[in-house]
């Protein structure tokens, strides 16, 4: 049995009710809710996994492993409109369009130096190959503005540090990657 007659035979069996076949816009109410039934319980699953996976395998901090779901719910969330724009009856050719409009749109955001993607882009290097990380005690070298402080938080824009003397200083996530870093303290 080849795979398209196994798909109408499920189709069949599941839009057969009562002797009566589902209208269209019924259907693709069924469609989207299993849709968005399935995006929660993909995303729950995988948060969980992504948690005891990191936690355990590879003692990542919270703070990480939270950068990490952020991400894969970013992505879920746009595979997810992506497949109810194909249920509600948007076109292969326009759903190509539309993403390559999106594409094209953060491929610009992430060259500009200052843009808010820039910064999201930052967080990712900082994340995976800075040798920072929360709890670490550092210095920002810069001759008009030097910053020292521990790192308390690091997010998708900015980085938090908190001075000696109890100040809150953010610094946005580019700017840390243009700038020279000494790593005063390191917390273990």
């Known amino acids: 049995m080849e795979i398209n007659q196994v798909v109408k035979f499920l189709f069949c069996k599941f839009t057969y009710t009562k002797k009566r076949y589902m209208t269209p816009i019924e259907l693709q109410i069924v469609e989207t809710v299993a849709a968005l039934a399935a995006y929660v319980l993909l995303f729950f699953l995988a948060k969980n996994s992504i948690n005891n996976t990191l936690k355990k395998n590879f003692q990542i901090q919270r703070s990480r492993r939270k950068f990490v779901i952020k991400a894969f719910q970013f ?10 724009a194909a249920i509600w009856g948007l076109e292969q050719d326009e759903i190509a369009v539309f993403a390559s409009t999106i594409i094209t749109a953060l491929g610009i955001a992430f060259f500009a130096q200052w843009s808010i993607l820039s910064n999201i882009t930052a967080g990712v290097l900082l994340f995976f190959y800075h040798p920072i990380k929360i709890g670490d005690y550092v210095k920002v070298i810069d001759k008009d503005n030097p910053i020292e402080g521990e790192v308390t938080d690091l997010t998708y824009f900015f980085i938090y540090f908190k001075t000696t003397d109890g100040d809150v200083v953010t610094m946005p996530n580019n700017l840390i990657l243009q700038k020279a870093i000494s790593v005063v303290k390191i917390n273990d």
């Open 75 to 84: 992505f879920t969330t746009i595979a997810l409109i992506v497949v109810l």
